[in-house]
């Protein structure tokens, strides 16, 4: 159980163009989902807490407007990087909680995104 | 600021050698701290938390609020035990995660 999944694994896309990646829950309700990014060999640096229903909470120096989180469901979490350029090229990672597991993520593969 | 420091990078030792991996955090309130670790090419998963105290594949790790540390700790290493490990920090209340750099542990036949 306590299955995370992310779409698409990997991406490339054009410089000035839009992704967006999907997170999703596969056998339970996750209260709360996280975002990270990880540059090669180096590690998780969390951008933003969502809550489903509500605005997410990015961390520090993490663009709102630039990396779009929406959390429309128990079971899903979408990132958007907007406008990307290539310095947003890295593997992001999604992870989520159980309701009544506060404290246990559950992480997703991950997806690598290159922009060129 | 909340911070997790892994100071080995890397960590290479023999099989059947034992392995310690260090762990210190740096936290002002209570801490709740995990072991992840990502075999290669699998996602990140949960080794072990402080607030069970279990062994988990031979690998344990005692909280020391004296010496904020979280060592990481089995007596024989396996070759399957290569891996990257991450040590976290959960901020109380706040649910997120604060990870260490990691530290990529091999094991030598």
């Known amino acids: 159980g306590a299955v995370v999944s992310q779409h698409p694994s990997w991406v490339i896309c054009k410089s000035g163009t839009s992704v967006k990646i999907e997170c999703r829950s596969l056998d339970f309700q996750a209260t709360t989902m996280f975002w990270y990014r990880q540059f090669p060999k180096q590690s998780l640096m969390l951008m933003a807490t969502s809550n489903e229903g509500s605005k997410a909470t990015y961390e520090q120096g993490v663009e709102k407007d630039k990396f779009l989180i929406n959390h429309a469901s128990l079971t899903l979490s979408t990132l958007t990087v907007t406008s990307a350029h290539p310095e947003d090229s890295s593997f992001y990672i999604c992870?989520?909680?159980?309701?009544?597991?506060?404290?246990?993520?559950?992480f997703g593969p991950g997806t690598r995104l290159t922009v060129t | 600021a909340q911070r997790v420091t892994q100071p080995e990078k890397l960590l290479s030792v023999f099989k059947g050698a034992p392995v310690e991996l260090k762990c210190n955090y740096s936290?002002?309130?209570?801490?709740?701290l995990f072991w992840y670790v990502q075999y290669s090419r699998q996602r990140l998963q949960l080794l072990l938390r402080h607030i069970s105290r279990e062994s988990i594949k031979g690998f344990t790790a005692d909280l020391n609020k004296g010496e904020t540390s979280f060592h990481l700790k089995k007596p024989f290493a396996q070759e399957e035990d290569s891996a990257m490990y991450y040590c976290?920090?959960?901020?109380?209340?706040?649910?997120?995660?604060?990870f260490g750099q990691g530290t990529r542990l091999t094991i030598n036949p």
């Open positions: 976290a920090l959960s901020i109380q209340g706040a649910q997120k995660l604060v």
């Open positions: 936290y002002s309130g209570s801490p709740e």
């Open positions: 992870s989520a909680n159980a309701a009544g597991k506060i404290y246990e993520q559950y």
